[in-house]
């Protein structure tokens, strides 16, 4: 595809996706709503059909954009400045999908700066974008105390004006995702990859999931990229405290980090010898005080006991759009039959058991090299613990997570495209170029079974078949060829 049909699709997709939400607010304007609230892109035919054409436009365009980068020689690719300002300011101006949550930022930030314990007390999401205001009743908050007092002080700050706050709001995301990429670009050159910046830099705005979710949707998942970027940068520069800081930040703020905390842990254990063993000791110290600190001083407002974790147990019993709530729902009737009340309990155990032993199988390449880690007879270097964290967490949310939403990519990709630096395995190409696109076909369905058949596709099964078939099984069976090689090529 030539380059100016490839800028084109970009550019007519994300004019789509920017002007979808006009129709919807030509169209549905009663006088007694305000401005923000017109914006109710599900209910107008116009706007959604304006929305879906965007996103497969976004979805072509970004897709050569990825395979002409990946098979280009080194020294040929190119960058178009101009494609990457319009990208950015496209993505900016975009009307959040849905507007569900952001508005269950505002409405958190609302809750908590009036006094109510997010965490064990009902609360009220108030969708500003529909009209009338929709209200919802809420039970708890899924995120980390840190992420609750920056929904707070950001309400405060802006004096309750949604408008104001999606603005500021977005503005943080722009500034953690710019900054992800002067922290890709400082670990590219500590582990001395070759590192075409133009290029790079390109490959990184042009992401439309991405683009897509953090900046047009307002996903603040890109927070935590920034803070496991920092902890990979700490890690190379051996500063041990600093990287336990960082992963704790990122915990308090929504749990992921916790998962690559045992990769962190592996890469500074490596480290230690007979002649630095308690430097290495009183670093990790000094980070666990000070992240103790951090954890006093974040949960203090919140805590309440040991239930304030309850919304965050209760969040990983939710199966929906997972290979784990597919197997699960189409099983139960029959286990129902025959084992009646016993029938939930006998099935979860069995979909959970069967799911990790394909996780270990996946991982196994993985769990023999931390083996040959611990007892010294291999060292890791950078690349190696970058890879890891990335093939591990995917694994994690493809096979393990129970619940599948489209920005969950947004954990995976920053990762995928610094370790591909390194590692430029035509399995891993393929599981890059399909993570970064295929996720958005959600949307484009939801749309459309929304309007005929006038309900919520992400409640009913045949939608989870969907997700799952075209987001997951593609990259886990590349994952699978890429298993035999033990993803080192």
């Known amino acids: 595809m030539k380059t100016k049909n490839i800028i084109l699709c970009e550019v007519i997709g994300w004019a789509f996706i920017v002007f979808s939400a006009i129709p919807s607010y030509l169209m549905t304007v009663p006088n007694n709503c305000s401005i923000i609230s017109r914006f109710n892109i599900v209910e107008n035919p116009w706007s959604s059909a304006l929305l879906i054409a965007g996103l497969a ?14 098979d280009a020689k080194e020294g040929e690719q190119k960058v178009n400045k101009k494609l990457i300002f319009f990208l950015l300011a496209a993505a900016f101006v975009a009307v959040p999908f849905n507007n569900h949550d952001i508005n269950f930022y505002f409405s958190a930030g609302k809750m908590a700066a009036s006094g109510v314990s997010m965490y064990t007390d009902n609360w009220s999401m108030t969708n500003q974008f529909y009209c009338p205001p929709s209200n919802s009743s809420i039970n708890g908050i899924p995120y980390g ?3 609750v007092s920056l929904f707070k002080y950001l309400y405060l700050f802006v004096n309750g004006n949604v408008a104001n706050f999606i603005l500021i709001w977005k503005i943080l995301m722009g500034l953690c995702f710019v900054g992800s990429i002067f922290l890709a670009e400082m670990i590219a050159s500590i582990l001395n990859n070759k590192l075409n910046k133009a290029a790079f830099y390109l490959l990184w705005f042009s992401q439309p999931i991405i683009l897509w979710e953090g900046f047009a949707n307002g996903h603040f998942d890109v927070w935590l990229n920034t803070l496991v970027l920092l902890s990979i940068l700490f890690s190379l520069k051996k500063k041990w405290w600093l990287v336990i800081v960082c992963l704790f930040i990122g915990i308090w703020i929504k749990f992921i980090p916790l998962l690559m905390f045992p990769w962190f842990a592996l890469w500074w254990y490596q480290g230690i010898n007979k002649d630095n063993w308690k430097k290495m000791l009183s670093e990790a110290s000094l980070g666990l ?3 103790l600190f951090i954890t006093i001083i974040s949960w203090q407002p919140h805590w309440k006991g040991w239930q304030v974790f309850s919304p965050i147990i209760l ?8 290979i784990f709530s597919v197997i699960y729902y189409s099983l139960v009737g029959t286990f129902q039959y ?9 099935l979860t155990r069995l979909v959970q058991f069967s799911l990790l032993a394909l996780m270990i199988y996946l991982l196994y390449p993985l769990i023999r090299d931390v083996w040959l880690i611990i007892i010294r007879k291999k060292v890791g270097d950078g690349n190696f613990f970058i890879r890891a964290i990335f093939v591990s967490l995917l694994v994690y949310v493809a096979v393990w997570q129970k619940s599948f939403w489209p920005w969950y990519m947004v954990w995976l990709l920053p990762l995928g495209l610094l370790a591909f630096q390194e590692n430029s395995s035509i399995f891993f190409k393929k599981i890059l170029i399909w993570l970064n696109i295929m996720p958005l076909i959600f949307y484009p369905i939801w749309l459309l079974n929304h309007f005929v058949r006038h309900t919520d596709a992400p409640g009913e099964l045949w939608f989870w078949y969907v997700v799952v078939g075209l987001v997951m099984v593609y990259p886990l069976y590349q994952l699978y060829q890429w298993r035999k090689k033990g993803f080192s090529q």
């Open 145 to 147: 105390p840190i992420a």
């Open 57 to 70: 436009l976004v979805s072509v365009g970004s897709f050569f954009i990825l395979k002409d980068y990946f």
């Open 338 to 346: 025959f084992l009646h009340a016993d029938a939930h309990w006998y």
């Open 289 to 291: 005080v000070a992240s």
């Open 315 to 322: 969040q990983t019993k939710w199966a929906v759009t997972s």
